[in-house]
Every structure is written in structure tokens, then in C-alpha cells.
């Protein structure tokens, strides 16, 4: 297609701040990485480091950010362009345009082994292998990949998409238009172990695990079941891969978990919330609507809303820069504190000297 | 059943430091949480943050911990209750009267493809789509969910249960009782990679995986084997989601480990020791009996028994608590350094200064 | 075999500061850890705590570092040994003779649900209720274990063998010789959302993942695709269990990550890099050839290569060891800090005192 075409479909004149090159309009195939792309291709640039691209890339068509300088090279060599401040958003609806995810052939596949008391949607495909318990509810719709087991009494929304090999334990509330990734575990076993002199004593995990409507669960990631209760993903949310969510963790909508955060058990998340990747987040912490946690951080207690937090234990993120600035110099902050102790013992001898002297001198003495 | 009747039934009188409300003895029918308990349940309060939903709840009973002013609490509000220094057992055990987790249906299920030579015991049920290698041997009254695989000449003990999509790798050995949650590895390689000029060469992982008596692994955890000997988890250690234990790991009984703890080559584990979430623990670190470790500490090296570390590398608990504590008044304590050495260099001229009075002043100059 | 020939058939004279007991030449049958080594195995000694184990172990050959003591100790309890300062690689030759690891029967197991559309090479092994999808291309001799699940257009070279569970997403390219271990998702869509003002935006994921020849990954580990372009693993590299890959990372030969590492979306590794258990690495990093990252790392920006790094922050070893080795001083540096500004302060009182001492002597004032 066109580029002008390409531009209304994916609706670009609602985006804020643009601007668009009017002279040239190249025939449109595909997307690509700026680095990479072929005559052809759309492709875009966002961030600074990846702004020298625009000099090389063979791409036709880019989509920009509101930069002058970005796009006098763009018209320089004759490349097509578009600039937002949305960039990033254009660019995903131009992939959407010429890019569909498999999904898994329509109808149910004769080896899949199904209770018959489940209750099956319309329009539902179900692979090879799957296996579905007593009592469970699949919706309208639903993609079920191969070799999924699904326990009893399970209920699943509308369009949503089980891939390979992820199981979903007892009872859990999946919504509509879920993603669960392959090999992930949803409703499992919350660790409840109850120390006794000899040992560790169970404690059975009778509660349920509840994903609201939107909710993405990344490859081979972990939400566990409490003893009683729910654990629940607020609608919209987005989990990356080998993410723990712990039994009782109550998730409000539309945060965002990069890939090997961990919650421990009874966390609460607000609304907004974005974990970066590998953080942990301590038993029954309370995480405020907006917060944001860097990378690696150790959350031990509740954090304030809107609250930008990082370090382990997470403080006030500017403030765990400027700590962790200064961490990097202790080493010479020690040398300085002992050579101020030196200093400081010797202006001593010096004062010392001279009250003795002054005491000699004094007429008064 | 009536309240009376439940708390004899979990044997409530055996318990520490009992008291029990004699006035009230409601029907009960279920458990739940305090937050969200409805007529009919019984629930338990027992950190200080939930104390206040004694005047809240809607349970019929609780059980509380030894506390006066929550007693009054219940019994303001007409809530049967039972009070005991160990709420969480006992609640462990109502729990257990109310509910059994779901297990697979007993008998072999005919997609199941089991080689000839594999020993199955009696009362084993085995799900659909389960692969079985040659000379496996499976006890009596073993669980196994669908898509299970065992590779050749694994051994598991009588009643242990594997649930969905777990794959234990070959000559590994499984005991009684065990539990093996959704996905996870058992016995599969280690890392064993010896560097070369030319890049790396594999050192095959001829040992064994053994997990003894009463071991629980969460989903999505992997537990390798090593080049030669063994990997063993002793008895009854409980290990949480995406955890992670490396060849030739030694773990004694009674250990708990956290999600997404990761364990290098060559650890030891003494009894008890508990790990938090994502510990990480160096290759041949060598922790005694009753060692804790706070989340996120990385354990350099080997820690004495019975010591609470924390920390990066980790340190003991109260050491690390406070330097971190110290931490976060770094920009500050660099600050007062260089004013201090300001002040220090003042201090000197003035020294100087006095001197050179002194010097001018004095009679005998 | 006798020694001899074992020491022959692992090309043991190849192997650099060579040394060998010319007096004893027992039979060997197989290999076995040093402590519990039995008579007629093989057994090997390394690190330093393991040095004294050359005086207990009933091993009746071993392969020492270059130690005189060592092998004087062998020399006087009769056990046959070779030195070298390539033990490792030596004892991996060694455990090569004895055990090959298991593989899957060679065919295709009738229930295997294989495209008609999908290209099988020949001499290959497919298990037990493996999944393959359309227009898929499985190169000669790959051996594919139970219940994996193979997406559309996925290419998969020449011996390359997937363990069971795993999942390979629609079009991977798999070089021959790789090992996928048990639950490893490969392929699947990277982690990519754009916000907006309601939530997220999906950005669908249209790229490809490539795994050159002779790459490793563990049990349960996830490697993203990108929303376009590719994410690229580079020959020979090996990866451990539960780690992360994100989307578009590009990864150089012959790297070696530990277990539960994370690279974020676009992450660059050169050659033979290191990576340490759970280290984390945020998003477009580049880091240089030959890189070494110690454990529990987060490293925040590019790291030049052959460099050697620790912390996060990650900064230079050396740098990071001192800091850390202070870190733990911090509550007794802070306690000098106020002590030195005490006496600072009582020295200025004490010069106060003397100036005016002065001015009441000083014949000019």
C-alpha cells in the first residue's frame, strides 16, 4: 500500500503533534528494524542513540520523533516520513497492519481429552493434547495451543489464548481476552508451610486465583493460589516472562511486571504500578497507585503513591542515585576520614604547644 | 459441624497457651479470610495489621492469637473464638478439614504410553498424554497429571504426587510423599561447560538427581544433576517456584527456600535453613543447620550455623541492617566530610596564624 | 580399560604440563565424585578444599592439578594419577568414555501430530505426543523428546535435540548441534506495550529468534522474538536454567550465562562473555568482548570490553570489592564522622580561647 494509505489506516492524523513529509508517498510492504530495513519498509527511530540511523537505513518510510533535525536527514536522502510525539504507538499499529500471531487451527483437535462436563464456547479451537478437567467453562472463542492441561472447574473469557504447555490449576477465573504464555502456571499452590519443631506442617491452599479481563501472562511465569481468598491480576495488566506472583497478591489494573520480578505472598499492588525486571517485593507490602520500582530493588514495605523507588532496601529514587554515587567513593571517603583523624590528632599537638607555651609566655603565668 | 465440634476435631486442646470462648458455639461451614469472611466461617487474625478486622469481620469464629484486647474484640461482637500462641497451625488444620486438593482420577488413563519394563505400583493413577520410559519405577498410590515425563530408570516413592507438565529426567529418584508442582525440571543436566580456547566443551552430567521423603518443588523450578555423585534435597525441605539448584547441591532436611532462590554448583545446606525470595548462593558455600537469609542476599561464602545474614555479599543481620540504615545517609556523610575538611583547613590557618603572633610576640624570639 | 589406555583414549598427552605415575596401572570402569569414589573408578581433584580428600578417597586412578604435594600424596596410597593443569577438561574427556546421555528411540512415534506441510530430515528421533506445526523443517538426526510443541515455520539443524515440554515458537531458527533442555520456551513474543492513557498498547511481536549452531539452553529458560527484527544467540554460546532472554537482544559466540540471568529488550553481548548468576541488564546495554559480570550484578550502561565488573551499579571489580569491603564500616564510619565533627568543634573553642588568651597578652593590643 501507499504510505498515505498506510497513515490512515493505523489513524496517524489523531496523533498528537504530527508532522508529515508531503512530497513523497512510497509504495509500503512491510516493517522493519532501522537498522536492517530493506527498500520497502517502514521502519522508525525513537531513541537518541538510534537518531544516526536515519543516515543509513535503507528503510522508505520512517516514522519519527517531533525532531527537525531527524527529519531534514530524512528528506535529505529522500526517505518518506512521518514524526509524533506517539512514535512508538504509530509503530505498533503499522506492525499490527502487516502482522497477525499464529493461532492455532480452528475446532476441537480429536486428541484432546475433554470432561464431559465441561461447557465449551462457540467458535473455540482447542489443539492436540490438550486436556481439560471436569466442570471447567472455556468461553466463546477461546485459543487453546497444544498439550495445555486445564483443572477442574476453571472458567476462561471470551478470545482468550492459552499457549503450549502452560497449565491452569483448579477453579481459577481466567477473563476474556487473557493472554497466558507458554509453560506458564496459574492457580498453583501458594507455599504455605507452617513451622513446627519437627518439621514443616502444610497448609492447604483452598482459595483461588482470579486474572481479569486483558491480563498477559509471560512464558513460564508463576501465580499462585492462596490458603483462602484470591489472589488477583487487575483487568489490563501485563506480566513478562519467569515472573512469581505469591499466594494473595491483589493486583489492580494496568501495572506492568518486567521479566523475574517476585512478589511474595499478600502483596498489593495499586493502579499504574511498573516493577523493572528481577525486583522483589517483601510479604503484604502495599504499592501505591503509579509507583514505579527500578530494576533489581528489594521493596520491604509500603510505598506512597506516585512514588518513583529503587535499591534494595527502595528509597526515594533520586535519593538511591545519589546515595549509590557516592557508594562507588567510600573507599576514598575511608582514606579521608582516617587522614582527617590524623590531621585532626596533630592540630591538637599543635594547640597543645602553644597553650604551653602561651602558659610559658604569659606574664601572668 | 459446630464450632466444638471443629476445634476437637483438629485437636485444639493439644495446642500451646489455649483459651477459648465458652459462651459461644456456632455451626460452621467453611474457612476463609478475615477481610471477606461471611456467616457460617471461621478465620484466623494473626499479624498486627489484620487485628483491627476482629471489629470488621463477618466470621462466626475466629482464632486468634494470645491477645486480651482482640478477645474482648470477638466477644464484643459475638464471635466465637479460640486463642493460641500457634493461629496459624491451627487454622492449617481447619483448612484441612474443609478441603482436599483436586488429584487426577485413579487409574492408569489409556493415552498414557508406559514402557513395557516401567514397575507401576498399586492404586496409581496416572493422566492422560503421561510418557513413562523404560525401567522407571513408580510406588504404590502415586499421582501423576497429565503430560508428565519421566525419563528411564527414575524411581518415586509411594503417594507422591507429580502435577502437570513436570519432567523428571533420567535415573532420578523421588521419595515418599513428595510433591512436584506444574513444570518443573528434576534431574536434568547441569551446567557443566569446561572453557577452551575454541569456546567451551561439555562435561557430561553423569550423576543423579535424589529428592528424599517429603519434598515439595514449585512450579517452574529446576533441580540439575551433576557431572559425577549426586544432587540431593533432604527430607521434608519445602522449595517454592522458579527456584533454581545447581549440579551436586547438598540440601538436609527441613530446609524451606523461597521463589526464584538460585543455588551455584557444590552448595550445602545444613538443616532448617530457611533461604527468602531470590537468595542467590555461591558455588561449594557451605550454610549450617538453622542458617536465614534474608531476600535478595547473595552468600559469598560459607555462613556458621544458626546466623540470620543479609545482605550483598551477606553479612550478619544486624551488621547489614545497620550499614544499610547508614546507607541512605550517604550524600549526606560525604557532605560532612568535605566541610570537615574545609573547617579542618580553617582550623589551620588560624593554628598558623597564632603561631606566627606568638613567634612575633614572644619575648625570647 | 586399563589407566593407560584410558589416559590414551582422552588424548591425555595432548593436554599441557603433563605428568603421569609410571608405576601404577589399574583397571578403570568408571568415574566417580572423590569423596565417594570406589575402588576401580576415576576421580578428579581441583580446588583447593578438595586437596585433602586425595588422602581419604578409595578412587584407584585421579587426575590432579600440577601439585607435588598432591601427587606425592597419591604416590604413597597407591593411586595411579596424571597431572594437568587441564583437569577439568580432562576428567569432562573422561566422563565421555563412560556415559552417553539418554536420548529418545529413534522414528517417529505414532502419536506424534506432525503437518503434512512440515520437512523431516532423516535418522530423526520424535517422541511421544510431539506437536508440529506447519511448513516446519527439522534438519537430519534431531532427537525430540515427549510433549514438545513446535510452532509454524520453525527451522531446526542437523542433531539438535529438544528436551521434553519444551516449546518453539513460530518461525525460530535452531542451528544443528543445539540442546534446548526441558520447558524452555524459545521464540515467544517479547515483552512489548506502549502506554497510553487507558493502559497498554500491544505491540504485536513480528520478528524472529535465531539460535546459531551449538547453542544451549536450559530447563525452563525463555528467549523472546522482537517486534521486528531478530533476537540472535551466537554460536556456542551456553545458557543455563530460568534465564531471561528479551526481545532483540543480539548475543556473540561462545557466551556463557549462569542461571535466573535477565537481559532486558535489545541488550548487546559480545564474544565469550560471562555472566555470573542472576545478573541483570538493562535494556540496550552493550557490552564488549570477553566482559565478565559477577553475580546478582545490574548493569545499568555499556561495559568496554574485557572488563570485569560487580554490583549494581556494576562497576569495576576491583573498585567494587573496596567499596563493599568499606560498605560494611559504614555504621563505624558514621560514628567517626560525628566524633571528628565533635572534636573539631572543641578545637575551635580551644583556638577561640587561646586568640582571646592572646589578645588579653598581646603588649600591642
Known amino acids: 500500500m501507499k504510505f498515505s494509505e498506510l497513515l490512515e489506516k493505523i489513524g496517524a492524523s489523531n496523533h498528537s503533534s504530527l508532522a508529515i513529509d508531503p512530497d ?18 517502514i521502519s522508525y527511530v525513537e531513541r537518541g542513540r538510534f537518531g544516526a540511523e536515519v543516515n543509513r537505513t535503507a528503510a522508505s518510510a520512517l516514522i519519527l520523533p517531533m525532531d ?10 529522500q526517505i518518506a516520513w512521518v514524526s509524533t510525539s506517539e512514535a512508538r504507538l504509530l509503530f505498533a499499529k503499522a506492525i499490527a497492519l502487516f502482522y497477525q500471531p499464529f493461532q492455532v487451527a480452528s475446532g476441537i483437535h480429536p486428541t484432546a481429552v475433554i470432561d464431559l462436563s465441561a461447557q465449551i464456547g462457540e467458535g473455540v ?21 497444544p498439550n495445555v492441561v486445564i483443572y477442574p472447574e ?12 502452560c497449565v491452569i490449576h483448579e477453579r481459577t477465573q481466567i477473563g476474556a481476552d487473557c493472554v497466558i504464555h507458554s509453560g506458564a502456571a496459574i492457580g498453583s499452590e501458594g507455599f504455605g508451610f507452617v513451622p513446627v519443631p519437627e518439621g514443616w506442617v502444610k497448609m492447604e ?21 492462596p490458603a483462602v481468598g484470591e489472589t488477583r491480576v487487575g483487568r489490563n495488566s501485563k506480566i513478562d516472562n519467569l515472573v512469581h506472583i505469591g499466594h494473595g497478591c491483589r493486583i489492580r489494573e494496568n501495572c506492568a511486571m518486567a521479566a523475574q520480578v517476585g512478589m ?44 518513583v523507588v529503587w535499591g534494595t532496601p527502595a528509597i526515594a529514587y533520586k535519593q538511591a542515585l545519589k546515595a549509590s554515587a557516592v557508594y562507588n567513593r567510600l573507599p576514598e571517603m575511608h582514606r579521608s576520614l582516617k587522614e582527617l583523624q590524623r590531621q585532626l590528632h596533630e592540630l591538637q599537638s599543635q594547640i597543645n604547644t602553644i597553650e604551653n607555651e602561651i602558659q610559658r609566655t604569659d606574664p601572668e603565668a
Not at 527529519?71 to 535529505?76: E, H, M, R, V
Not at 520500582?293 to 503513591?305: I, M
Open 205 to 225: 491452599q483452598s482459595g483461588i486465583t482470579v486474572l481479569e479481563d486483558g491480563v498477559e501472562v509471560g512464558c513460564n511465569s508463576t501465580i499462585d493460589r
Open 154 to 165: 476453571v472458567q476462561i473469557g471470551d478470545r482468550t489464548v492459552l499457549h503450549a504447555n
Open 264 to 307: 511474595a505472598g499478600g502483596v498489593q499492588l495499586g493502579r499504574r504500578v511498573i516493577l523493572a525486571g528481577q525486583v522483589g517485593i517483601a510479604n503484604l507490602a502495599e504499592i501505591g497507585d503509579g509507583v514505579q520500582v527500578g530494576a533489581q530493588s528489594g521493596v520491604h514495605s509500603d510505598v506512597a503513591p506516585g512514588t
Open 125 to 145: 479451537s482447542i489443539g492436540a493434547y490438550v486436556v481439560i478437567h471436569a466442570d471447567v467453562k472455556i468461553g466463546h472463542e477461546v485459543r487453546i495451543h
Open 24 to 41: 513523497l508517498d512510497p509504495d509500503i510492504t512491510g516493517v522493519a528494524p532501522v537498522q536492517t530495513a530493506q527498500v520497502g519498509t
Open 68 to 77: 527537525e533535525a531527524l527529519q531534514s536527514s530524512a528528506i535529505d536522502r
